[in-house]
């Protein structure tokens, strides 16, 4: 299993030109919903990376200089980062008390969360890109994950699980891509954003596929 690596709500702007917005969210993820961020390796304008591999299949959206561990939720750090790196996008270290996420290719994700729509069931922000969408879920475990897609007939390849030791780049940053996005964005508050459980995230998002007759290609 890899470790990455509708309807819109407006919570924090969704694009970025960097300075005053990047850290003013920045700021609201750290302090506000105590989750811990860190700035990312920003891309230049023909989308290349600025971290030292030529092939990065990640650019602009994850962590290099400092490293994943170094993520924060002091507001002192924070602020000193994006003052010295303001176009930075901003990265989520994923997991321990901070939400976790389950992404897909974005035209599965669609159809997807269309149909979990309909069944009524609830979702809290989803992270969107050109390629792909994440769903953001409570904290999981390895050894959780690992039964729960034990026990599935079948599950997607193109599910990527962004866990304990794990990333996720927030918006309103830039990748090499482009914009990152709300799908779902957050309700304004002060509170962490509620998120729904891994189990259900994943077992809506193989059911919904299933029936909905879309094959989320191997990306």
């Not at 989520?92 to 009524?120: E, M, Y």
């Not at 026990?151 to 304990?164: N, Q, T």
């Amino acid at each position: 299993m890899r470790e990455i690596l509708g309807k819109r709500r407006r919570l924090l702007s969704q694009r970025s030109d960097g300075g005053p917005e990047l850290i003013s969210a920045a700021l609201t993820f750290a302090t506000q919903w105590q989750w811990p961020v860190l700035p990312g390796v920003a891309a230049d304008q023909q989308g290349r990376c600025g971290c030292p591999d030529p092939e990065c299949t990640v650019p602009g959206a994850h962590p290099f200089d400092p490293g994943l561990l170094a993520g924060t939720t002091d507001a002192r750090m924070v602020r000193w980062w994006w003052t010295n790196r303001p176009t930075a996008p901003i990265i989520l270290a994923t997991g321990g008390k901070a939400p976790c996420a389950v992404s897909l290719p974005a035209l599965a994700a669609s159809h997807a969360l269309a149909a979990l729509d309909l069944r009524g069931m609830r979702l809290g922000p989803v992270v969107a890109t050109a390629s792909r969408w994440a769903i953001l879920v409570k904290p999981y475990s390895m050894e959780q994950l690992g039964e729960l897609l034990y026990a599935k007939d079948f599950v997607p390849g193109s599910l990527r699980f962004h866990g304990e030791g794990g990333y996720l780049a927030l918006p309103p940053s830039e990748s090499g891509e482009g914009e990152i996005r709300w799908e779902r964005a957050p309700l304004p508050g002060t509170a962490s954003p509620w998120v729904p459980d891994v189990e259900a995230v994943v077992d809506a998002v193989v059911e919904a596929l299933t029936r909905t007759g879309v094959s989320a290609p191997e990306l």
